[in-house]
């Protein structure tokens, strides 16, 4: 069972989350909920629970401050920021912190955020697919260079071009008829090649060098 706690400073939010993981995910409960970073800070469920789905823009201590402390003393715990504040240097910030995905509440839904709460629960990556696009727009602002390499595999350029839409390691391996390992495989030789880490510099990565394409 995926644990989770809910920290938003909308209770409408909260509910409609809890409402949906209990009515429909019988493999993930809700068993915290906080409504700032101050209080999600305090809560003893931290010891125990897997994910926390953490809003950025909330009164007091925010989701970025919440998420590097949680880093400090929660090193395990994975952390999945759902807000709908997106600019390119929040979710950089976020992504410096060091949280394990991020999708944004204009381009989700509570079954995406599902998805997303099992990928990161399983020690995967997860971005959304307009997530991914502020990533190259990052990268492209950072000017930064890596190596590139045509030495793909059909599949992994399946699987980099997926990533790349926002899709879960979960439903890409839905998708390809392959396992979850698999695809983790080819994620992890697709680094190997390019010298890189996560999926969010592969994303940049394959944004750049157009095997993404970017929409305006």
Same mark, same amino acid.
């Given at each position: 069972?995926?644990?989770?706690?809910?920290?938003?400073?909308?209770?409408?939010?909260?509910?409609?989350?809890?409402?949906?993981?209990?009515?429909?995910?019988?493999?993930?409960?809700?068993?915290?909920?906080?409504?700032?970073?101050?209080?999600?800070?305090?809560?003893?469920?931290?010891?125990?629970?897997?994910?926390?789905?953490?809003?950025?823009?909330?009164?007091?201590?925010?989701?970025?401050?919440?998420?590097?402390?949680?880093?400090?003393?929660?090193?395990?715990?994975?952390?999945?920021?759902?807000?709908?504040?997106?600019?390119?240097?929040?979710?950089?910030?976020?992504?410096?912190?060091?949280?394990?995905?991020?999708?944004?509440?204009?381009?989700?839904? &509570?079954?995406?955020?599902?998805?997303?709460?099992?990928?990161?629960?399983?020690?995967?990556?997860?971005?959304?697919?307009?997530?991914?696009?502020?990533?190259?727009?990052? &990268?492209?602002?950072?000017?930064?260079?890596?190596?590139?390499?045509?030495?793909?595999?059909?599949?992994?350029?399946?699987?980099?071009?997926?990533?790349?839409?926002?899709?879960?390691?979960?439903?890409?391996?839905?998708?390809?008829?392959?396992?979850?390992?698999?695809?983790?495989?080819?994620?992890?030789?697709?680094?190997?090649?390019?010298?890189?880490?996560?999926?969010?510099?592969?994303?940049?990565?394959?944004?750049?060098?157009?095997?993404?394409?970017?929409?305006?």
């Amino acid at each position: 069972m995926i644990e989770i706690i809910i920290v938003d400073d909308h209770q409408m939010f909260r509910m409609g989350v809890r409402m949906y993981i209990e009515l429909k995910c019988n493999d993930i409960c809700v068993v915290g909920e906080a409504e700032s970073g101050q209080k999600l800070l305090l809560l003893p469920q931290l010891a125990t629970a897997s994910v926390v789905v953490l809003d950025i823009e909330m009164p007091g201590m925010n989701g970025i401050e919440a998420a590097r402390r949680l880093k400090s003393t929660h090193p395990d715990l994975k952390i999945l920021a759902v807000s709908a504040l997106t600019s390119q240097e929040v979710v950089e910030a976020m992504i410096n912190v060091g949280v394990n995905g991020f999708i944004s509440k204009s381009q989700g839904d &509570y079954e995406t955020l599902a998805d997303a709460v099992r990928t990161v629960a399983d020690g995967y990556e997860y971005f959304g697919a307009d997530i991914s696009k502020i990533l190259f727009n990052t &990268y492209v602002a950072a000017k930064k260079t890596v190596k590139v390499t045509s030495e793909f595999t059909a599949q992994e350029r399946q699987i980099i071009e997926l990533c790349g839409e926002g899709l879960s390691v979960r439903k890409i391996a839905a998708q390809l008829f392959i396992s979850r390992r698999t695809v983790e495989n080819h994620k992890q030789r697709i680094f190997e090649k390019l010298g890189i880490h996560s999926t969010g510099e592969m994303i940049r990565y394959a944004m750049v060098n157009k095997i993404i394409r970017v929409e305006n």
